[in-house]
Nanobody, 125 residues
Framework: VQLQASGGGLVQAGGSLRLSCAASGFTFDDYGIGWFRQAPGKERKGVSCISSSDGFTHYVDSVKGRFTISRDNAKNTVYLQMNSLKPEDTAVYYC???????????????????WGQGTQVTVSS
């Protein structure tokens, strides 16, 4: 099982990045995917998630209207499009996969089975 997060980098405030989470080793279509982030000195927190099959999505309030999560089951990949980035978005971003989230998804770490290694996003002011 592998989740490979990529697409992070350094961007100025107001800029955009698209993160990708490529999955392998499990039946991707059966899993909801979540994006989490951990800023220096802070706890890891949920950012957004998407259900396995019906496109249900959830965003934390601080990113609503700026981030968009999507998935391409044919490519076993989930994307997080991040626009209008702010310095407070700076963090290591992780993707995670949780089984049986068919019609919902969760921002709780406890329901996720597999985790990727993280990708650094740095937003300069």
């Amino acid at each position: 099982v592998q989740l490979q997060a990529s697409g992070g980098g350094l961007v100025q405030a107001g800029g955009s990045l698209r993160l990708s989470c490529a999955a392998s080793g499990f039946t991707f279509d059966d899993y909801g995917i979540g994006w989490f982030r951990q800023a220096p000195g802070k706890e890891r927190k949920g950012v957004s998630c998407i259900s396995s099959s019906d496109g249900f999505t959830h965003y934390v309030d601080s990113v609503k209207g700026r981030f968009t999560i999507s998935r391409d089951n044919a490519k076993n990949t989930v994307y997080l499009q991040m626009n209008s980035l702010k310095p407070e978005d700076t963090a290591v971003y992780y993707c995670a996969a949780g089984r049986s989230m068919t019609h919902y998804c969760s921002g709780s770490e406890t329901v996720y089975d597999y985790w990727g290694q993280g990708t650094q996003v740095t937003v300069s002011s």
